[in-house]
């Protein structure tokens, strides 16, 4: 199989890593998706990673805890992935940097773009850690802002279902699939897979986005190669949206 991008920036939730234990780290969730990872790195992908931190700290947790603190938690949680799967794929020959947008220069290097760039041109997987580095932001804002600054080909949003619908399948029998949606489609029909501040900046900056089944077989890989799975959401072809080089 060839592959249809060349460089992709990959947002994995902290919970598919759980597995359904539901927190902490599996091995066995882990390692299949681990392996998938380095086979595209194998095939030439660069690479970039963005990890949520959902199962060791999810939001304030029922606390009445500041906002800002509780997210704090979470970017430490970020952080804790981004370690592990790291080390998971290193077991594997490949080399890969985790860079924190909050600084922890005994852990990772700090968030520095020029140097994230030239170790995807040195054949290394980028882990970004930390999500943006400020408050009130979601880890789809990060990985949204990583795609964009790596200039990506395409986000990819590993999800626990299939695709996109237009409610929730896990409850709805009838719920539709869609293959294909504009970023406008997903803020105008309240869509809930990505969040609008994401679907914003990948829209004003033309990156598409691909979310798709984590579970289902070699998904990623496949994925990657092209085939039509999971859901594409496309930038809307407007003369003021370009993709900046």
Same mark, same amino acid.
């Given at each position: 199989?060839?592959?249809?991008?060349?460089?992709?920036?990959?947002?994995?939730?902290?919970?598919?890593?759980?597995?359904?234990?539901?927190?902490?780290? =599996?091995?066995?969730?882990?390692?299949?998706?681990?392996?998938?990872? +380095?086979?595209?790195?194998?095939?030439?992908?660069?690479?970039?990673?963005?990890?949520?931190?959902?199962?060791?700290?999810?939001?304030?947790?029922?606390?009445?805890?500041?906002?800002?603190?509780?997210?704090?938690?979470?970017?430490?949680?970020?952080?804790? @992935?981004?370690?592990?799967?790291?080390?998971? %794929?290193?077991?594997?020959?490949?080399?890969?940097? +985790?860079?924190?947008?909050? @600084?922890?220069?005994?852990?990772?290097?700090?968030?520095?773009?020029?140097?994230?760039?030239?170790?995807?041109?040195?054949?290394?997987?980028? %882990?970004?850690?930390?999500?943006?580095?400020?408050?009130?932001?979601?880890?789809?804002?990060?990985?949204?802002?990583?795609?964009?600054?790596? =200039?990506?080909?395409?986000?990819?949003?590993?999800?626990?279902?299939?695709?996109?619908?237009?409610? /929730?399948?896990?409850?709805?029998?009838?719920?539709?699939?869609?293959?294909?949606?504009?970023?406008? /489609?997903? %803020?105008?029909?309240? &869509?809930?897979?990505?969040?609008?501040?994401?679907?914003?900046?990948?829209?004003?900056?033309?990156?598409?986005?691909?979310?798709?089944?984590?579970?289902?077989? @070699?998904?990623?890989?496949?994925?990657?190669?092209?085939?039509?799975?999971?859901? %594409?959401?496309?930038?809307?072809?407007?003369?003021?949206?370009?993709? &900046? @080089?």
């Amino acid at each position: 199989m060839q592959p249809k991008y060349k460089r992709v920036l990959l947002k994995l939730s902290g919970e598919a890593l759980a597995g359904d234990q539901k927190f902490g780290l =599996n091995h066995e969730v882990i390692e299949p998706v681990v392996k998938q990872i +380095v086979e595209i790195h194998n095939m030439g992908v660069q690479v970039g990673l963005v990890i949520g931190g959902g199962n060791f700290w999810r939001g304030r947790q029922g606390t009445k805890m500041d906002r800002s603190t509780a997210d704090q938690m979470g970017m430490l949680a970020t952080v804790m @992935n981004s370690l592990a799967m790291m080390d998971a %794929i290193e077991q594997h020959g490949v080399p890969v940097r +985790v860079q924190t947008a909050l @600084n922890m220069i005994s852990l990772a290097e700090p968030l520095i773009m020029r140097k994230a760039l030239r170790h995807f041109e040195m054949g290394r997987i980028v %882990i970004f850690a930390c999500g943006t580095g400020h408050p009130y932001c979601s880890t789809d804002t990060a990985a949204a802002l990583r795609a964009c600054e790596i =200039n990506a080909d395409v986000l990819l949003m590993a999800k626990n279902v299939d695709g996109i619908y237009d409610s /929730d399948p896990k409850t709805n029998p009838f719920a539709k699939k869609y293959d294909e949606l504009r970023y406008a /489609d997903i %803020i105008n029909r309240d &869509l809930k897979v990505i969040d609008f501040t994401a679907a914003t900046m990948c829209m004003e900056n033309g990156v598409p986005t691909l979310a798709f089944g984590l579970n289902e077989e @070699n998904a990623l890989v496949r994925a990657v190669c092209g085939e039509l799975l999971g859901t %594409i959401i496309k930038v809307y072809k407007s003369p003021c949206i370009r993709r &900046l @080089n």
